[in-house]
C-alpha cells in the first residue's frame, strides 16, 4: 500500500496499487523533442502496465566528473520543459536539487525534489527542501548504510514535511565500482519510507581516468527484478531512445525500447 502522500500524487493515473511505481526518464533534460518523445513513450507503458509514473529529468546536472561535461540547457528553460512534460502528460515529475537556494525555485516546477547521494547529509538542503512541502527523495550516499539513512529521513521529518521516499543506488567498492546491497531496502523501510532502487545509478563505474562515468547495462534486468523481489516499492531507470547519444550518464542507462519487457519481468515477480 503506498503512502496517503503517494496516493495524492498518482490520483489522475489509473493504476494497479498492488504494482511498484516507476520514477524514469533521462537523466537530464538535454533538449524539448528528445525529453517528449521519452515522457509520451514511457507514460504509454505505464497505462497499459496500470504503473503509477513518475518522470524524471535534471534541469542542471552539478556532479560531473569532468568540467567539459555537459550540464543542462540553463536553469529556467530546463525547467520550464519538465513543467510542459507535467502539463502535456499529466505526469507528476521529480528533479534533482544541490543547494537551499534551488529548493523553493524548483518546488515551483516539479511534484518531487530529489537529493542527490553525495548530499544526503546536508542539513540546509535537507531542511530547505523539506521547508517547501514537495514529497522529497532522498538518494542513499554510496558511503552510507540504510540503517544510516534515519538521520537524513528525521532532519526532513523533524522540518514539518514526513513526506520521505528514500533510494538506494549502490555502495562504492573500491575506487572506479558500485555494488548494491539489498538488505538495505528493507533497512530503510524500517524508517517508515517508501523505498526506491535506482537501478541505473547502481550500475555506474564512477572515476574514470577519461572523465567520463561507465557502467554495466547489461546487468540493469538483473538489479531491477532482485529489488522488486526483495520488495521495494519503487523503480528508478534512467532511460534513452540511443543511450550512446545521451548527454550525460549513457553508459548505465537503459535503452527505451528495452523498457516495457523488463517491466513486464518485474511486474510477474510482483
Partial sequence: MFPQYLKELFKNQSYNPDNFFLIAGPCVVEGEEVVMEIADKVSSICKRLEIPYIFKASYRKANRTSATSFTGLGDEIGLDILKKIGEKFNLPIVTDVHSAAECAVA??????????????????????????????????????????????????????????????????????????????????????????????????????????????????????????????????????PNPSKALSDGANMLQLDLLENLLEQCIKIR
Fill in 107 to 240: 518546488a515551483g516546477f516539479v511534484d518531487v525534489l530529489q537529493i542527490p547521494a553525495f548530499l544526503c547529509r546536508q542539513t540546509d538542503l535537507l531542511i530547505a527542501a523539506a521547508e517547501t512541502g514537495k514529497i522529497i527523495n532522498v538518494k542513499k550516499g554510496q558511503f552510507l548504510s540504510g540503517p544510516a539513512m534515519k538521520f537524513a529521513a528525521d532532519k526532513i521529518k523533524n522540518a514539518g514535511n514526513d513526506k520521505v521516499m528514500l533510494c538506494e543506488r549502490g555502495t562504492t567498492f573500491g575506487y572506479q565500482d558500485l555494488v548494491v546491497d539489498y538488505r538495505n531496502i528493507p533497512w530503510m523501510q524500517e524508517h517508515n519510507c517508501p523505498v526506491v532502487m535506482d537501478v541505473t545509478h547502481s550500475l555506474q563505474q564512477p572515476n574514470q581516468t577519461s572523465g567520463i562515468t561507465g557502467g554495466n547495462p547489461q546487468l540493469i534486468s538483473t538489479i531491477a527484478k532482485a529489488a522488486i523481489a526483495v520488495g521495494a516499492e519503487g523503480l528508478f531507470i534512467e532511460t534513452h
